[in-house]
């Protein structure tokens, strides 16, 4: 069996941390964005349009910043 240097579980833990609260946050953005969408479309139907467009951009915006951590994270892991 081989041990773990502390090098390398020092960029194990960075690695898990990265993805961990990278996604996290991100995820929460889209919930978040999501929900009030709805609420706007449930109180102006007529407006569903310009804010369904809205709320797919500000999504597609939250889902890049959780695939620059995944990046970063796979940088931390493979390269660091």
Known sequence: M????SSESTRL???ALAIGIGGM???L??????AKAMEAIGRNPEA???V???MILGMAFAEAIAIY???IALIIKFIA
Do not use: F, H, M
């Not at 081989?2 to 240097?5: D, K, M, R, V």
């Not at 953005?29 to 999501?34: D, F, N, S, V």
């Open 2 to 5: 081989e041990s773990i240097t």
């Open 69 to 71: 951590a995944l990046v």
């Open 48 to 50: 569903s349009g310009k």
């Open 52 to 54: 369904q467009s809205a």
């Open 25 to 27: 946050a991100p995820a």
């Open 29 to 34: 953005a889209i919930g978040w964005l999501a």
């Open 13 to 15: 833990i960075a690695t």
